[in-house]
T-cell receptor, first 114, second 116 residues
């Protein structure tokens, strides 16, 4: 299995809602990433997990809360988001944290905050 | 931190014509370079990567890229494009942060528009 899956595909939420994005992989990869991509822009790194431990937090606001319950799953919990948080949220994985490793991307969750 | 510059935001090209998408990187001792493609409403897919060795790298879908150290470039080429190649193409460089973790920095992207 060489796929990274993300659910849901689309999500519309209000500013007072709490929701979660889910990412799953069964490739045995030990590094997992969350990226945010605005329209017509490159992906921007948000968080990196290595061996289920949070390794990098790119100064992301606390309304975004990542979680890695096991080596196959990565969640992004959302609370009190702003309209400017509307974007495509991409999950990626790689073998480990090495700089030469290819990252495998999921299809993304298109988030709209009203 | 390393960076990449994609010189063209959009490249229109006729079907079956050759194409080159340009990418320059900031110089460093070790360079790990990637080209990713993103089709509309999808995630990113790796086209090819340069880690070391041969400077001509062949990827999927008939794409190739040449690593040129003297010009700090990693341009992507295809001899004959198809309509299905219409997509956004990102050049990327991989680096290590102070904690030893991989950080990938993407260029701004080049929109390849193949014209029938």
């Amino acid at each position: 299995d060489t796929e990274v899956t993300q659910t849901p595909k689309h999500l519309v939420m209000g500013m007072t809602n709490k929701k979660s994005l889910k990412c799953e992989q069964h490739m045995g990869h030990r590094a997992m990433y969350w990226y945010k991509q605005k329209a017509k822009k490159p992906p921007e790194l948000m968080f990196v997990y290595s061996y289920e431990k949070l390794s990098i937090n790119e100064s992301v606001p606390s309304r975004f809360s990542p979680e890695c319950p096991n080596s196959s799953l990565l969640n992004l919990h959302l609370h009190a988001l702003q309209p400017e948080d509307s974007a495509l949220y991409l999950c990626a994985t790689s073998t480990d944290r090495g700089t030469y490793n290819e990252q495998f991307f999921g299809p993304g969750t298109r988030l709209t905050v009203l | 931190a390393q960076s990449v510059t994609q010189l063209d935001s959009q490249v229109p090209v006729f079907e079956e014509a050759p194409v080159e998408l340009r990418c320059n990187y900031s110089s460093s001792v070790s360079v790990y370079l990637f080209w990713y493609v993103q089709y509309p409403n999808q995630g990113l897919q790796l086209l090819l990567k340069y880690l070391s060795g041969s400077t001509l790298v062949k990827g999927i879908n008939g794409f190739e890229a040449e690593f040129n150290k003297s010009q700090t470039s990693f341009h992507l080429r295809k001899p004959s494009v198809h309509i299905s190649d219409t997509a956004e193409y990102f050049c990327a460089v991989s680096d290590q942060d102070s904690g030893g973790y991989q950080k990938v920095t993407f260029g701004i992207g080049t929109k390849l528009q193949v014209i029938p």
